[in-house]
Nanobody
Framework: QVTLVESGGGLVQAGGSLRLSCAAS????????MGWFRQAPGKEREFVAA????????SYADSVNGRFTISRDNAKNTVYLQMNNLNAEDTAVYYC?????????????????WGQGTQVTVSS
């Protein structure tokens, strides 16, 4: 069983930055994909970014490409989401997820483990 714990959310002004962290409870080297999703009130959960555990391959939603960066620290079993130039449309609960294959990385169904989420609120 893998436990994922997100942190780093908060309130930020438009144009600002935040860095989210997701710490895994144990080594997940066999877990191929780490992903970030978000869900705004009244909306479906949507894909934000994903990375192979090695970091050699990444994928981003069009809405965040060029503003967000996913990275990882294998020694700390932690994956990060650096979010820059935030805007009000980025307001959501952000979830970390872990999956076992690089397939349809944008689909929540591809991920086996989920964190509890961390709130990001961007004020305009």
């Amino acid at each position: 069983q893998v436990t994922l714990v997100e942190s780093g959310g908060g309130l930020v002004q438009a144009g600002g930055s935040l860095r989210l962290s997701c710490a895994a409870s144990r080594g997940i080297f066999s877990t191929y994909v780490m992903g970030w999703f978000r869900q705004a009130p009244g909306k479906e959960r949507e894909f934000v970014a994903a990375s192979t555990w090695s970091g050699s391959t990444t994928s981003y939603a069009d809405s965040v490409n060029g503003r967000f960066t996913i990275s990882r620290d294998n020694a700390k079993n932690t994956v990060y989401l650096q979010m820059n130039n935030l805007n009000a449309e980025d307001t959501a609960v952000y979830y970390c997820a872990a999956g076992q294959r690089w397939g349809r990385v944008g689909s929540p169904g591809e991920y086996k483990y989920w964190g509890q989420g961390t709130q990001v609120t961007v004020s305009s």
